[in-house]
C-alpha cells in the first residue's frame, strides 16, 4: 500500500441558515455531514453525486475555502483543518483547485501569462524572469502556445481556458489537486481532451486528484476509487471496476442504471427513483435516502446506517448489507 | 517541472523572437490611450475637457479686461459691442473674462470634490463589500442615512456649518457624493469576490492586501472611472447650484453659477449674461460626459475594434 496523501475523517459542514430577523431561530444546513475517505499518492477519487448534495462543499473545505464544523483533514498526517491562515500558507502549495466555471474563473484583467505565474508571486519563488518561463513551459504543456501569454481571458474557448486552469494550478507543483467538477461547461469532444490532459499529468507528476463531478462515465474513465455521495453523506464507497460491476445501495443502483448502454438495441432496466432530492435544511430521519429507496424497511426510517466493509476494498451504507 | 529544469530552456529560436514582436506590436496597438483615440465622441470630450482646463490655467492670458473692473457706463452691452466679446453684464464687467476665470472655479471644484468623494467612497465600499458582516451593515446603513438626505439640503447644510467658499464648496459637494461611490465599489467588490478567480487566489493563500489591489480593484474600475467623470460634470453643476442659491463662491469672484444667477434678473434685457454662463455649463458638462462614456470603452477589454 502507497503512502496516504489525504485523510479525511468524520468530516462536517455546517452553514447557518438565519430567517432574516434579528432574534430569529438559526437552522443548520447540513451540507457535508460525517463523511470519511482516504487517497493515496498518485491516486485519483471520483467523488459523485447529485446537485446540492454537498460534494463541492467537500472540495471547497479540504481547500479552506470553508471553515471546518467538525472532523479532522490530514494531509501527508498533518491536520490542516485546524491550521490558521499563516500556517496553511505554505501547504497551500500543495493543494491546489481547479475550478467549474472556466469563465470565471480566469480573471479577466489580468493577461493569462499573468495569471499563471501569479502563484509564484504570491509564494514568492524563483526570479520574474524564471516565473515567466515557468508559466510559458506550462501553457506549452497543456498545448497552448506561449504565444498567448499577453492574451486576456476572454480571447479564449471555454476548452482553452480550462486548459490555463489546468496550468495554472500546476504552476507550484502541487501533489493533490481537487477538481470540482472541471468539465461540466465544456462541451463533449472538448472534455475527452481536457480529461486526457488530467491523465497525462497524473502518470508525469504522479499528482493525486479529488475528481468531483455528476457525469459517471467520467469518473469511470479518470478514477481509482469513487464514493457516491447522497444529502450531505457517502452512501458508497469503494474500488471502481467494483462499484461499477456491482453496485450494492439502492442509490448508486439507481444512478447507474441511467448511464446510457453503448449498443441502442440493448434495453437496460431503468431504476427510475420518486421524488426530489430532500432538503438539506430538513433531512429525513434514519437513513436520508429512505423516503425515494425501492426497498425500504422499518429500520431505515429509525436508524441512519454506517458504512460497512462488503469486499476488501468496498464499503456501502445501506441496511440491506449486514 | 522544477525551477532547476526550467532554466535549461532558456534558448529562444528565431521564431520564438519574432513571435515576441508582434506580441509587443499587438500590446501597442491596444494600449489604452491608443483605443481612446480611435473614439471619435471621446476625442470630442477630450478637446472640450483641454479647452477648459487651458482656460482655467492661462485666465490672465486669455481674458481680454480684468473680470473685477466695474464700468457703469458700459453695463448690459451686446455681444460685439465696444470690443467685449460674450458683452457686459450688470455692472459693465467684461462677460468673456468672467467666464474664462469661471472655468477655475469650475475645474478646481469638480475634480478636487470628486477626487474626494471617490477615494472615501472607495474606501468605505472596499471594507463594506470584502469584510461583510457587522462591518457592512454598520457603513451601509450610515450610508443609507446619508443618501436620505437630499443632496442640495446636505451641501446646504454643510455650506451654513463651514460657511460659504471655494474650500468648503469643495468639501460639501465631496462628502454629498460619498455614498454613491460607497454603493456602487460595495456592490461591484460583492460581484467580483464571489467570482472563482477570487476563490482560487484566497485558495493559494493570497494576501487580502494583494487580492484588493491587485485583482479586486482593477475589476471595480471601469464604473468607478465612468461614474467618476460624469461625477465631475456632476460637481461642476452642484457647483453652478450652490452659486446659483448663494451659498457657493461669494461676489465678486466669477463662477459660472453666481454669473447665471445675475443673468437671472436681466432675462429680458440682457439675455446674454445667463445664455453664455449657462453654455458654459452644458458645454462642459457635454465634454465630461462623452469623455466619460470613451473612458469606458477603452478600459474594457473584451470591446475591440
Redesign the interface.
Known sequence: MSEVILEVENLKKYFPVTNGKLFGRTNYLKAVNDISFTIEKGKTLGLIGESGCGKSTVGKTIIGLNNITDGVIKFKGKDIGSLNNKEMKPLRKDIQMIFQDPYSSLDPKKKIGYSVKEPLDIHNIGEEGERQDKARQLLEMVGLSYYYMNRYPHEFSGGQRQRINIARALTLDPELIICDEPTSALDVSIQAQVLNIFKQLQEKFDLTYLFISHNLSVVKYLSDDIAIMYLGKIVEIGDVKEIYKNPLHPYTKALFSAIPTEDPNIIKDRINLKGEIPSPLNPPSGCKFHNRCPHKMKVCEEVDPNLINVDVNHKVGCHLYK | ???ED??R??EIDEE?LL?LE??KK??KANSFIKKLLRNKTAVVGMIIITITIISAIFSPFLSTHDPNKVNTEEACLKPGENGHIFGTDEYGRDLYSRIVYGSRISIIVGVCATTLGAILGIILGIISGYKGGITDTIIMRFVDGMFAFPFILLAIVMMTVFGSGLQNVVLAIGIANIPSYARIVRGQVLIVKK???C?????????NK?IIID?IF??ILSPIIVYGTLNIAGAIISEAALSFLGLGIQPPTPSWGNILKSGKDYLITAPHIATFSGLAILVTVLGFNLFGDGVRDALD??LKQ
Not at chain 2, 476563490?199 to 494576501?207: D, P, R, T, V
Request: charged fraction near 25%.
Open positions: 517541472m522544477r525551477m526550467m532554466k530552456h532558456d520564438t513571435n508582434i506580441m499587438e500590446e467570482q472563482e478567480y476563490q482560487a487566489l484566497i485558495a493559494l493563500g493570497a494576501s494583494k485583482h482593477p475589476n477589454p473584451k
